[in-house]
DNA sequence: CAGTTCCATAACCACAGGATATGGACAACC
DNA sequence: GGTTGTCCATATCCTGTGGTTATGGAACTG
């Protein structure tokens, strides 16, 4: 059932009339006629009774129309929708943070939300390779992660983040303006509290190859699934920790963040994607005006 | 927003293949890619990341999904119920009668909604030129009229119907047997009770050709609007009346018919309609029923 | 009776949309 | 690492749907 022979059959049931249907449909009379005929051979019943007077509903016509309008109705509130759903207006995003978007994804989220309320927003924390994982499987729109990005995922780049050395409140270390070399001295054999390391290249990869930079090995005394609990310990004296300096957004007020440095010290955090949408690109900016504040 | 569009969509999101939808939908690979695309353009969204792993819905597409699957289900929903429609299970039908559908009609009806309880079925009371008006007009679909019917109006006969005198119980009246010249001469100069004429040839011509034909002239005393009513009047003593020997169905106890002889005597009661449809073969059907017990 | 106003039919034509064949990307498997 | 299979996209061709103009027939109107 096309809803071109519906639509005419609605005009031609308002009007009356086959020729003045033509006009407002802007196609012509024979075009209306065979329209009308198909349409009554589809459904297998005479719908018009045609005469010097025009068309008029026969009972069949009658009681088919109400039901023939709300179908256009409904077609047109679909269109209507789709239309608000490709200008991202409304619709869905799903969005997975880890590590590396925990500072800045809750605050891109916001300022997304406040701007497009009619949009469900849905935040997960999960690592970056279960990101890039759904990201190219499709059930995940956008992420934050650390760049770069494996091949077939678009990004862009919001900040830099730098890893710092997280210490209890007064308790030895090495000195604000200590070379790396001293730092590394320092870090050499230390018992440090460590982030699990995950499937796939993470954060604690990015740690290694800092601890290679620097030449130094220090001892691996605890590990921990999460940032918070690898934060508490270090509020608790376990021992020292190497994290992200954007760590410092959850990190307890006893515990003091020290930037460290070295080219394997700092990368850059961006949003990626796979899909392209209206939605999506809104979501993108929103992060990078998120980023720069 | 062609429904065809609508239905690959469904299918390949439920698939989650564009070939296995094309295979489902007997049709090519080709073809379902390229109304996927058309779909896409309409819509202005992707609705689908295609990939080795076959097509996947992008957000869009999710949104969009359940309303296209609600859109589906309503447009069959409606060619089930024009089909039901043109089946003659379902639809209204508006009946008209007037005097010579007095017994018939309430009859025909009562078998007919017994056999197909779906229908709507209005009855209304009306002379028979306003029902060759309204048949015309395609308001109504059937009518119990007096043959013959006007040029454009198809009929089937039902049964016969005669002209009788109504005489109160007990009042002076001709025998039994006696001859037309001998019931004319009864009637001529008596005063009657007669029914009002219509608009249009009507029941009271025939009245009038058998007054010609007997070549008598009865006085008329008293008018009355409906049937009903003459009988009444009737029955009170006011006087005789000529009327059909089917309102013996509506005609008080102390009302006796006597059945008056002569050509323009007696003539055919049918179903008159203009459309053609199930509905209304299957209500002249009942109604020859009908007539038949 | 000519003119007008309806709708239906006829004949033609353009284009949408389907089919077949092919290409390109990637994964799995010898 | 080549080969093969499995995806979807593209190219080209062609059929059939659905449009157009022109014309016919019927009924009402002046």
Known sequence: ????????????????????AALELSTSQPAVTKQLQLLERRVGATLFVRGRQGARLTSAGEALLPDALDLIARAEAFERRAGSVAAGEEGTLSIGFGLSGIELAPQAVAL?????????????????????????AGTLQVGFVRLPVPAGITHRRLRQDHLALALPAGVDRPGERATSAQVASWL???????????????????????????????????????????????????????????????????????????????????????????LLDRFVAAAVAAART
Not at 2 to 19: D, I
Not at 229 to 256: F, H, Q
Not at 258 to 266: D, T
């Open 188 to 278: 050499d054999g230390r018992p440090l509290v460590r982030l699990r390391p995950e499937r796939g290249p993470g954060l604690t990869d990015q740690i290694t190859r800092l601890y290679d930079e620097l030449r130094c090995r220090p001892r691996v005394l605890q590990e921990a699934r999460d940032l918070q609990t690898v934060l508490a310990l270090v509020a608790a004296g376990v021992g020292a920790a190497v994290v992200p300096a954007t760590a410092a957004a959850i990190a307890p007020g006893s515990v003091e963040l020290m930037p460290l440095r070295g080219k394997a010290a700092s990368w850059w955090i961006g949003v990626a994607s796979v899909e392209r949408s209206v």
């Open 112 to 136: 997304f939300r406040s701007r497009y309320p009619g949009v469900t927003v849905s935040l997960d924390d999960m690592s970056s390779a279960v990101q890039y994982e759904r990201l190219l």
């Open 1 to 20: 059932m096309e809803l071109r022979l519906l639509r005419t059959f609605a005009t031609v049931a308002r009007t009356g009339n086959v020729s003045a």
